[in-house]
């Protein structure tokens, strides 16, 4: 059986999010919270689509899911923190946000290493987190309610990282025997 190319549309929907960082910083600049709005709902939908493509495609690899994780992270990190650049959410909550998710991308780096292979580890209040990352965004240039719902999210990205961290470094790895026995073959 073939590999599948990393060179696929899904990554390139993926990667195409990048595109809306520009984007989202000139609206800022200039004040336009509407378009830096519009910008940040593309970037959530490109997030949506790029899983679907590869569905549709067929062209799901280790690598695109990895990359989706690392994207995610990356664009909702540079906004919260550009939120904060532009006055319009605090900061300690933001950069505590930002360098948490920092150390659970090295968390997941770790797993991956115990598993003996490129693999996304798996939380679902993690995602729902990057996803209520979001609308952090949206909350923070609506101007509504930033500081309760920037001080919430911490507290729930600090609960969901601790319990992940359990996970990630002490418990059993799924299928890690096996694809360590692959690997000594």
């Known amino acids: 059986m073939a590999s599948k190319s990393n060179l696929n549309p899904a990554n390139a929907v993926t990667a195409s999010r990048l595109l809306c960082l520009p984007w989202i910083f000139w609206a800022l600049e200039h004040g336009d919270y509407q378009q830096a709005t519009l910008a940040a709902l593309v970037c959530g939908l490109l997030d949506k689509l790029d899983g679907l493509v590869a569905r549709i495609f067929d062209c799901k690899t280790p690598f695109g899911e990895l990359f989706d994780g690392i994207v995610d992270g990356f664009c909702w990190g540079v906004l919260l923190i550009a939120m904060a650049a532009y006055g319009l959410a605090p900061w300690i909550p933001c950069v505590a946000i930002v360098a948490l998710g920092v150390l659970n991308l090295g968390l997941r780096m770790v797993y991956a290493r115990r598993a003996g292979r490129a693999t996304n580890y798996r939380s679902y209040a993690m995602e729902r ?33 601790a319990h992940d961290t359990k996970r990630m470094l002490i418990d059993p790895v799924p299928g890690a025997a096996g694809a360590q026995a692959e690997a000594a073959a």
């Open 129 to 161: 987190l990057v996803a209520y990352a979001a609308f952090l965004i949206g909350f923070a240039l609506a101007d509504f309610m930033v500081t309760y719902f920037y001080w919430l999210f911490l507290g729930l990205i600090v609960i969901t990282i």
